[in-house]
């Protein structure tokens, strides 16, 4: 224990484990604080919408400081996390390290280009809000240059968007840029025809959502294809350039590559010193503690763990939340038992008995795919289309912190649905497009304005 009287837990990263851990024992009589690089919690399901200018980023995330303000024992902490002493019980910040008496990790993941990380300035990955901002520059940049392009009198050669990776970020991301070009930008444009925009979606696998079932992936890809992607499966990207994707031999033109192919767990799971997998995720014990360690939980993307058929837990939301509430509940009940003369003191083995194993109750997947198409997939229950996407817009909606996102969203949502809208389109920042080359010529007037960084002429 720390000196103090009451015990502090530290909970690292307010994602959905860290801040549904931290809410479950804001009662308990624990001192908490939660450390995180940012000061705002991100909705990251929603994250495509502002990749896609459906949304803007204040709509779908919340100051974390805000968000547990009613709760005396919680101090929030911005800062970066760099490791930790487990034998001293401390969490290293670059400012001073933070003692505690336990410990949940809770950092998520980030991107993984298959240690090919040179391709990540040309192939952004959606993780964070200002990855969502930067694709949405990408996109939209495309279209003004070749808008440009085309009232300079210049063959305009149709944008081709290239999506790697056909889970539910990569199909969500597809389709929408589908419904972008073929809807919200058509009236806009008046030297090209963004419709004409071609939207390729790669998966080196044998299908689509390859984590549902396979009727549902066969839907999605129609779905995919009513709404004007092309879908090719069973194909490995080797290579990414400025400008193009390979698989294998054949180059594929791209004015903007995205990336939704591959996670990889925060380094602060390796930084634990315990068993790791493939991902760079904590092989958790069943009640999700650190071997060894029973005072340290890692929780949510960082933590491997198996159900009870022996399947690998999934990275989404419901499963870091469930973690997050149960971590709470065992370091209460340890605290009360404590209070009491003769209890055990903490021990992995004082847990063992099924109380203290964690047990995830699947309720369902949802993944969205564009306006009124979605698959939905509850046990035997399998739903598609709009019903599928009515039951994806709800519990979204649901789920998203804060009463004010929820309105908002709502009302953005409806007002899109009816008008086709988009109104988030921003292009803030840098007006560089990589790939973007400078044939053809420019012309000089169009040079003289141009910042220095812009390539013009559509990549071929
Ligand atoms: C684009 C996208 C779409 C998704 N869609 C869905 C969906 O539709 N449904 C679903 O269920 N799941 C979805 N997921 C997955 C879901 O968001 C994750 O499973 C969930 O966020 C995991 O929660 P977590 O608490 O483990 O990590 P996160 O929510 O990622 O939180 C980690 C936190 O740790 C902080 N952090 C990391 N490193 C440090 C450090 N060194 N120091 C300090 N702080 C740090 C981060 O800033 C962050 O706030 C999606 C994910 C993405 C990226």
Known sequence: MTNKAIPRVVIVGAGFGGLNAARALAKAPVQITVIDRKNYHTFQPLLYQVATAGLSPGEIAAPIRSILRSHKNIEV?????????????????SEADIPYDYLIVAAGAGHSYFGHDEWEPYAPGLKTIEDALE?????LLAFELEERQAAAGKTAT???????????????LAGTLAEISRHALTHEFRSIDPARTHILLLEGGPRVLPAYAEDLSRSAQEQLHRLGVEVRTSTTVTQIEPGAVYAGNTRLPATVVLWAA?????????S???????????????DLSVPGHPEVFVIGDLAALKDQQGKMLPG???????Q???????IREELESHTNPGAPPFSRSSREGGDF????????????IGRAAAVAEFGRIHVSGFIAWLAWLFVHILFLIGFRNRLLVFIQWAWSYVTYERGARLITGSTYLPGWTADPPVSAVAAQHAPQEIHTGPAK
């Open 158 to 172: 149709p944008l081709n968007f290239v999506v790697v990776g056909a889970g539910p970020t990569g199909v969500e």
């Open 135 to 139: 694709i949405r520059r990408r996109v």
């Open 324 to 330: 997050g509430r149960f971590v709470a509940k065992v």
């Open 77 to 93: 902490l911005m800062a970066e996390v760099t490791g930790f002493d487990l034998e001293n019980h401390a969490v290293k910040t």
């Open 357 to 368: 194993d964690f047990h995830y109750w699947d309720k369902g997947s949802l993944a969205t």
């Open 262 to 270: 591959g996670v990889a767990a925060s380094p602060l799971g390796k």
């Open 272 to 286: 634990l010193g315990a068993p790791i997998d493939r991902a760079g995720r904590v092989l958790v014990q069943p």
């Open 316 to 322: 989404v939301a419901p499963v870091a939340i469930q």
